[in-house]
Each structure stands twice: as structure tokens, then as C-alpha cells.
Antibody
């Protein structure tokens, strides 16, 4: 059974860096891409980007200048860093596994990140 | 503004059938990319409901079905139950974005 468990700081000030990590338990880490998706309060889902076990990344152009994803294969972890956050980055951030044909088949529990001065 | 367009809300009485549409364009659904559907209950992470346009993962009741035609896809729910009250999202791949895109979500209310 695949499980994703995520954590990170929940309250940030404008211009700070958002940092989240997701741990993968069960299943293969190297056979998949791993994704970050966010959901602003009361709004829909927005794909941020994907990373594989080798560190190959695909970013949503909307975030490309501010996002850095990384992976630690020794721990089966992957991470999201989003620099220079603003109030518009306030959202629940989810990590997810990218299964075949681009489906998001396993999700983390979500982390609410609030950006406020 | 989401790349895939869904109605903001639909509703139906218990036992009825409802459908949720998802309209895309020639760079995503119309290009032949698969459509997937997710159910999000209040306060929880989305759950995969339909994949590859028409397929249900293990554990998803056959009351849920998906279809796709041209630049659009639909999710149908028959025999509505109170527990179906949730937000539903469609998702596909977009060649202009070179990544995944979601619909804006549809809130289903069971009357």
C-alpha cells in the first residue's frame, strides 16, 4: 500500500520561501514521477510540477521562475521550494504520485500554507 | 481561469442521475489525451475516481462512469446517494503547457 506523508512550515511572511517535503512509503520510488499540486482556499486544483527519482523536473510555466523541486532517493523523499511567496500563494499544497498516463493515483494529506504579514 | 471548463455546480435528488461536463481544447482533450476524474470530499485530499476516460479504480462503485468525445468529457453518477456530495475535478494533459491541467471543479449537491 502506497502512502504519502508531507510536512512543512504552515505560516510564512511575504518574500519568504515555502518549503515542503513528502515521504513515500510502499511501492517503487524510482518508477514514477512525483508531483506537487495546490488548492487556494475555496478554489480549484493547480498543478505546480513533477520530479522523478533522477531529479528530472517538469514545471508549470506559471511557477517556473520561483519553483525548485528536489529529490532524496536515500529516503524516498521529494521536496518543493517556492521562493518569494505572496498572499496569492496561500493554499493547501498536496504531494501526489504520477501514475501511468499522468493520473494522480496517490495523494498526501495536504498542508495548509498561509502567507501573511 | 482553468484550462478545462466545468460547471460550477450541479444538483440532484437521491436516486437520480447527474452528469458533469469537462470542456477542453485541441491542445488537451481534443488532442487525444486521456481525461481523469477526482472526487474531493470536504476537508480531504482528492481521490482518483475515473482514469483513462472510462475506467474505474478498484473500490469505485459502478454508479460512476466516464465518457469522452471530441474536446469534451463527462462524468455520470447514477443512483445518487448523500455520500456523493463532494467536489469533482477533471484533469488531462496539455501539450502547450507540457503538463497537467485541471478543471475548475464542480460542486455536487444531493438535495
Amino acid at each position: 500500500q502506497v502512502q504519502l506523508q508531507q510536512w512543512g512550515a504552515g505560516l510564512l511572511k511575504p518574500s519568504e520561501t515555502l518549503s515542503l517535503t513528502c515521504a513515500v512509503y510502499g511501492g517503487s520510488f524510482s518508477d514514477y514521477y512525483w508531483s506537487w499540486i495546490r488548492q487556494p482556499p475555496g478554489k480549484g486544483l493547480e498543478w505546480i510540477g513533477d520530479i522523478d527519482h533522477s531529479g528530472n523536473t517538469i514545471y508549470n510555466p506559471s511557477f517556473k521562475t520561483r519553483v525548485i523541486m528536489s529529490v532524496d532517493t536515500s529516503k524516498n523523499h521529494f521536496s518543493l521550494n517556492l521562493i518569494s511567496v505572496t498572499a496569492a500563494d496561500t493554499a493547501v499544497y498536496y504531494c501526489a504520485r504520477v501514475g501511468f498516463s499522468g493520473i494522480f493515483d496517490y495523494w498526501g494529506q495536504g498542508t495548509l500554507v498561509t502567507v501573511s504579514s | 481561469q482553468s484550462v478545462l471548463t466545468q460547471p460550477p455546480a450541479v444538483s440532484g435528488a437521491p436516486g437520480q442521475r447527474v452528469t458533469i461536463s469537462c470542456t477542453g481544447s485541441s491542445s488537451n482533450i481534443g488532442a487525444g489525451y486521456d481525461v481523469n476524474w477526482y472526487q474531493q470530499l470536504p476537508g480531504t485530499a482528492p481521490r482518483l475516481l475515473i482514469y483513462g476516460n472510462t475506467n474505474r479504480p478498484s473500490g469505485v462503485p459502478d454508479r460512476f462512469s466516464g465518457s469522452k468525445s471530441g474536446t469534451s468529457a463527462s462524468l455520470a453518477i447514477t443512483g445518487l446517494q448523500a455520500e456523493d456530495e463532494a467536489d469533482y475535478y477533471c484533469q488531462s494533459y496539455d501539450s502547450r503547457l507540457s503538463g497537467s491541467v485541471f478543471g475548475g471543479g464542480t460542486k455536487l449537491t444531493v438535495l
